[in-house]
């Protein structure tokens, strides 16, 4: 039998990998179950995996893998998956996953909250997987993209050259920036002079979907 500490962890690591294929960052984790450090999630996590729920991929930071749930938590969780993938219409608009703040600025971690959703018009969830973040930061400015605003992301493992895009940084950090690949290199590049470019190798960077839309509350 789980304790409520080790199902809670359980629900939100399986929750946040089915919604954008990525689990929490051990601060996340530690923030999300209200524990005072990192140890804690590092004994929660061993005994989830000591009893066979969830295993650590080698060679890989961060990476987990739900391999069970309780008999007491399917209904929970297929409920919660069921939402996710076939979100209903609501006042002519469509429901798409809201998972929270994304930086605009200095990387920081993109997923907080995936068991919320938001109303977005149609056309912008159109063909394809999407989800709703919330801008934090000013490095997008010049691209009309304010603090605060809520952008719509198409789930996408690829993009073009200048498309604006979420950005997996070292299996551990996302940001929104402007992306440019020449060579070898990764360009996250912002719209504020006052924020550098930053340059990674192309292993150190997954995209993690491509802007389609944004919305701004007055």
Do not use: C, W
């Amino acid at each position: 039998m789980l304790t409520q500490k080790q199902k809670d962890l359980l629900i939100l690591i399986d929750a946040r990998v089915k919604a954008v294929g990525v689990p929490p960052s051990y601060d996340e984790m530690k923030d999300s179950l209200g524990l005072a450090s990192k140890s804690g999630i590092h004994r929660l996590i061993s005994a989830l995996e000591e009893r066979g729920f969830i295993r650590r991929l080698p060679n890989k930071a961060r990476a987990l893998e739900v391999l069970k749930l309780p008999e007491d938590m399917q209904d929970k969780v297929v409920s919660f998956t069921k939402e996710k993938s076939a979100p209903q219409p609501a006042n002519d608009g469509t429901a798409i996953p809201f998972v929270g703040k994304i930086a605009a600025g200095l990387p920081i971690m993109a997923i907080e909250d995936s068991y919320n959703t938001m109303v977005v018009p149609p056309h912008m969830a159109g063909n394809g997987d999407h989800y709703a973040l919330e801008i934090e930061g000013e490095s997008m400015k010049d691209a009309g993209i304010l603090d605060g605003d809520i952008v719509v992301v198409k789930k996408a493992n690829t993009a073009r050259n200048n498309q604006i895009v979420v950005a997996l940084v070292d299996q551990d950090e996302a940001t929104l920036k402007r992306l440019y690949k020449s060579g070898q290199t990764v360009e996250l590049i912002a719209e504020n002079p006052d924020f550098e470019t930053q340059i990674y190798g192309p292993d150190r960077v997954e995209i993690q979907g491509v802007l389609v839309g944004l919305l701004r509350q007055y």
